[in-house]
């Protein structure tokens, strides 16, 4: 069991956007649908401990995100469908930083730039466009040792030499164990991506849909 | 007309609700009825009464120069670029609603100089009031109207300052940078407030040999002033840099970093307070400074309790400063309540941090 979920509910306010009261997943690759606000992104917060929330999320049977916030973190990553970084720091700055934080190993920064094609790595990030932001978060999810990668809507923006990067990246690190949740409302389809299954965010919890 | 208002007038004040607050405080809190009236006759009686007025204005006005000037850019209002379509007699009468909206305070303070004027019978000495106004919308209005043609927005957004050296990969860093770069005026609006207050503390306490007790709630509630800015690094870590939250670092460590940041906020007003050459002892300015440390690391882990406005977080801090006072008054040793305020600090950071 890679990551499991037990009666976890979110809410903001009075309005609850998650309630799930069990969910497990084995190693894998996941594809997580759902309609627009159906709460896809803040499930996904939720998981990479950015959000407040009632329940229990463990990791590698191990590794509680309440308890063990350090070793969880460790070892999940999030790459945000529209990620907002301080507009005056530069790529660079915040390869450096996620890098030490993630223990990343050696090279492998250098290796992310130019499978992403980061060329603009000491612009600062108010100017760069939007699919420069977005390789920036996809380079930072990959960083590390990670033993879960969350990629939110990773498709969106960038460009196509990006996205057969991502998906040659995505299949390296599954080759080595790497579980991967995707949502993306484009099909995976043509990215020959061995897909475990397929869930999707219905009425504030998760439904298989290869069941 | 009305999301042009709401995406400039309204959010004018929105994200420098902040200042205003400070404003306010030191208008309604440090100074009194009597001093206000002795301004507003400076204004009116004195030679340079008016263009002291003016200047201030002015100074007013080029904080809504550059607030205009950057928001008409912003991407997420590139749609505002759609009031350069408007026919040419409905865009001035919009933008001056607009500039209207902007200079509302200077408005409102003309009104008043109006009203002692007429008590003091000097309303011949008020006329500069009317051409200033005018002034500043007509400025106002340029400025919204030189963007409207020139929508350079990548231009806008590169135009930011470098670093001479190169960034550490450092939180603080980063953070202390972001106050800086982008709440800077409520930074310098903040600090002046503190430092008034902190000077008024001073200034009473050498008044007469009190004991520790009067400067620590003096420099306490000086030291709270900076409430406003705790609110903004709070705002840092979950709004701006909220992705930040999924990094793998423990809840010691990051408290750690929020009370070095707060530590670091704290120290222009305690050398204020060195420099001023006051009576108390290092170790006695010491305490007083590890006082107001804790209070405010308080106040800054009470805001992970639950969302709130600025606002909102006041009433308690107010409250708690009451509490404080007669804590402090009941001759509790300054460093044990610093030390108590600190374990309960620490203990909420436990508990509500997330």
Redesign the interface.
């Known amino acids: 069991m890679k990551l499991a979920v037990k009666n976890l509910r979110k809410s903001y306010g009075s309005h609850e956007v998650l309630a799930i009261p069990e969910w497990e997943i084995d190693e894998g690759i996941y594809w997580i649908q759902g309609e627009n606000g159906a709460g896809k992104s803040t499930l996904f917060?939720t998981l990479?401990?950015?959000?407040?929330?009632e329940g229990e999320v463990v990791l590698d049977k191990r590794f509680d995100l309440k308890r063990d916030?350090?070793?969880?973190?460790?070892r999940?990553?999030?790459g945000?469908a529209e990620?907002?970084?301080?507009?005056?720091?530069?790529p660079a700055?915040l390869l450096?930083?996620?890098a030490?934080?993630?223990r990343s190993p050696a090279g492998q920064v250098q290796n992310l730039v130019e499978a992403f094609g980061m060329n603009y790595l000491h612009q600062?990030m108010?100017?760069c466009s939007s699919g420069m932001v977005k390789k920036t978060s996809l380079a930072l999810a990959f960083l590390g040792d990670p033993s879960v990668i969350i990629l939110d809507e990773p498709l969106i923006t960038i460009d196509l030499e990006a996205r057969a990067n991502l998906f040659t990246l995505i299949k390296n690190y599954h080759a080595r164990g790497v579980t991967f949740l995707l949502s993306s409302h484009q099909p995976f389809e043509d990215s020959d991506l061995p897909l475990t299954a397929a869930f999707k965010l219905q009425n504030r919890a998760l439904v298989s849909l290869s069941a | 007309m009305k999301v042009f208002l709401l995406s400039t007038v309204r959010e004018f004040y929105r994200q420098r609700a902040g200042l205003f607050l400070m404003v306010v405080f030191i208008l309604f809190g440090f100074l009194s009825s009597r001093e206000h009236y002795a301004f507003a006759v400076f204004f009116l009686k004195d030679d340079w009464g008016m263009i002291a007025l003016m200047v201030a204005w002015i100074a007013y006005t080029l904080l809504c120069v550059q607030f205009l000037a950057h928001q008409l850019t912003q991407p997420e209002y590139v749609i505002l670029q759609n009031a350069f379509l408007w026919p040419v007699g409905k865009r001035v009468i919009r933008l001056l609603a607009m500039a209207l909206g902007l200079i509302l305070p200077l408005i409102l303070y003309g009104i008043y100089v109006f009203t002692i004027a007429r008590q003091e019978n000097l309303t011949g000495n008020t006329w500069p009031i009317l051409p200033y106004w005018l002034l500043m919308s007509v400025c106002l209005m340029s400025v919204a109207e030189w963007r409207l043609r020139n929508p350079d927005i990548?231009k806008a957004?590169?135009t930011?300052l470098r670093l001479p050296f190169r960034?550490p990969?450092?939180?603080v860093f980063?953070t202390l940078?972001?106050l800086l770069?982008?709440r800077g005026f409520t930074l310098l609006l903040s600090k002046v407030g503190v430092f008034l207050f902190m000077i008024a503390a001073l200034v009473y306490d050498s008044t007469g040999t009190y004991d520790l007790r009067l400067p620590a709630v003096g420099f306490t509630l000086a030291y709270l002033l900076n409430a406003g800015l705790s609110y903004e690094l709070y705002l840092w870590e979950n709004e701006?840099?909220?992705?930040g939250?999924?990094?793998?670092?423990?809840?010691i460590t990051r408290f750690g970093r929020v009370a070095i940041l707060h530590a670091i906020l704290l120290l222009p007003e305690t050398f204020l307070a060195i420099s001023y050459g006051t009576r108390l002892e290092w170790y006695e300015l010491a305490q007083l400074y590890i006082l107001g440390l804790s209070t405010l690391l308080l106040y800054h882990v009470s805001l992970y309790r639950a969302p709130k406005l600025l606002e909102e977080t006041l009433q308690p801090v107010a409250i708690g400063f009451i509490i404080l006072t007669f804590a402090i008054l009941y001759k509790i040793p300054i460093a044990l309540l610093a030390l108590i305020l600190l374990i309960f600090a620490f203990a909420g950071w436990r508990r509500w941090y997330?």
């Open positions: 917060r990479a401990g950015m959000l407040p929330f916030p350090v070793a969880y973190r460790q999940l990553n999030l945000e990620p907002l970084y301080p507009t005056f720091l530069t700055d450096a930083f996620v030490e934080a993630k600062s108010g100017s | 990548s957004a590169k930011t960034r990969a450092n939180y980063w940078e972001w770069r982008e701006v840099w909220l992705w939250k999924s990094l793998p670092f423990g809840a997330n």
